[in-house]
């Protein structure tokens, strides 16, 4: 549904907000709790997981961890933003850090002046893209891109916390609402996504290897994951469906470059997208520069 300016702005009171696409289809979840809960469902399955166990290498039917090999008909690799400490997949997906805030508690009023009263997510389309959300003990939870992208694919905990891009987060709400007035920040973190050398998201199987692999989802894998899970299923029983013959299954995106190169690309990348946002905000047309960007990195 698309909805104009003076539509969006009786339904949701943002400022500077020029239009908008409305789906009901919109919902949020706690990751957390919904692995855990996926977790309770397979062991109560008779499934058991295993933990605290690293795997340093994959190889046909089998996989190296600290503590032996462990050999299957199937291996599936859903290692996300952690593929490349795996020897052999250093450069199959680069880990992007996406961050957030969580504002402190707001009072009923400033849900029912701005219309948020009903616990919707959102987001909007500039490049360097936000999200957001109202959560159920009334604060806004909002994160974004913006992160630099770390040699070597490196990860840390310590990349979760950014003042410079959460900092800009807490600016953009005020921006967008000030009815919020001075709002302060109770809570910052963060996380690494995946993205592959052409941002697609793939899931396949190799039949001779016993290799299947599913991931890459640049963000997007709460839902895409359960969608993946189950095209898993259908490609390891042998089972041709709807499913199988989607265009993503047994993609193959190609390699990262080797560094330094990654490193300058993603960077610059990030740097070009955000002065595009920058400029746009500015003088309200699109700026070329972000299409070249989106060209060269294959987004």
Same mark, same amino acid.
């Given at each position: 549904?698309?909805?104009?300016?003076?539509?969006?702005?009786?339904r949701?009171?943002?400022?500077?907000?020029?239009?908008?696409v409305?789906?009901?289809?919109?919902?949020?979840?706690?990751? +957390?709790?919904?692995? $855990? =809960?996926?977790?309770?469902?397979?062991?109560?399955?008779?499934?058991?997981? #295993? *933990? %605290?166990? &690293?795997?340093?290498?994959?190889?046909?039917?089998?996989?190296?961890?600290?503590y032996?090999?462990?050999?299957?008909?199937v291996v599936?690799?859903?290692?996300?933003?952690?593929?490349?400490?795996?020897?052999?997949?250093e450069?199959?997906?680069?880990?992007?850090?996406?961050?957030?805030?969580?504002?402190?508690?707001?009072?009923?009023?400033?849900?029912?002046?701005?219309?948020?009263?009903?616990?919707?997510?959102?987001?909007?389309?500039r490049?360097?893209?936000?999200?957001?959300?109202?959560?159920?003990?009334?604060r806004? +939870?909002?994160?974004? $891109? =913006?992160?630099?992208?770390?040699?070597n694919?490196?990860?840390?905990?310590? #990349? *979760? %916390?950014? &003042?410079?891009?959460?900092?800009?987060?807490?600016?953009?709400?005020?921006?967008?609402?000030?009815?919020?007035?001075e709002?302060?920040?109770?809570?910052?973190?963060?996380?690494?996504?995946?993205?592959?050398?052409?941002?697609?998201?793939?899931?396949?199987?190799?039949?001779?290897?016993?290799?299947?692999?599913?991931?890459?989802?640049?963000?997007?894998?709460?839902?895409?994951?359960?969608?993946?899970?189950?095209?898993?299923?259908?490609?390891?029983?042998?089972?041709?469906?709807?499913?199988?013959?989607?265009?993503?299954?047994?993609?193959?995106?190609?390699?990262?470059?080797?560094?330094?190169?990654?490193?300058?690309g993603?960077?610059?990348?990030?740097?070009?997208?955000?002065s595009?946002?920058?400029?746009?905000?500015?003088?309200?047309?699109?700026?070329?520069?972000?299409?070249?960007?989106?060209?060269?990195?294959?987004?």
């Amino acid at each position: 549904m698309l909805l104009s300016a003076t539509e969006i702005r009786e339904r949701l009171c943002i400022a500077g907000c020029l239009g908008a696409v409305y789906t009901p289809h919109g919902a949020a979840v706690d990751p +957390a709790r919904l692995a $855990r =809960g996926l977790a309770d469902a397979v062991e109560g399955l008779g499934v058991p997981i #295993y *933990e %605290r166990t &690293p795997v340093t290498g994959i190889a046909s039917h089998a996989l190296e961890t600290a503590y032996g090999t462990v050999k299957a008909e199937v291996v599936v690799r859903a290692t996300e933003a952690l593929t490349p400490l795996i020897t052999g997949y250093e450069r199959h997906v680069v880990p992007i850090y996406s961050l957030m805030i969580g504002t402190e508690p707001l009072p009923d009023s400033f849900w029912d002046e701005v219309g948020w009263s009903d616990h919707e997510v959102f987001g909007d389309f500039r490049h360097l893209i936000f999200y957001a959300m109202h959560t159920d003990d009334g604060r806004i +939870a909002i994160g974004g $891109r =913006g992160a630099p992208y770390h040699f070597n694919s490196r990860l840390s905990e310590a #990349y *979760e %916390r950014v &003042p410079a891009v959460q900092d800009h987060l807490l600016d953009l709400v005020r921006t967008l609402f000030p009815q919020a007035g001075e709002v302060e920040v109770t809570h910052r973190w963060g996380g690494a996504i995946a993205a592959s050398r052409d941002w697609y998201s793939s899931v396949g199987l190799d039949g001779e290897t016993g290799i299947a692999w599913a991931g890459a989802y640049v963000g997007d894998g709460v839902a895409t994951t359960n969608l993946a899970g189950r095209t898993l299923r259908d490609l390891i029983r042998g089972e041709d469906t709807g499913l199988t013959r989607l265009p993503w299954v047994n993609h193959r995106s190609k390699l990262w470059e080797p560094e330094p190169f990654r490193w300058l690309g993603v960077n610059a990348a990030l740097k070009a997208m955000s002065s595009a946002d920058a400029a746009e905000a500015r003088n309200g047309r699109p700026a070329k520069r972000a299409g070249l960007t989106k060209k060269l990195i294959g987004g």
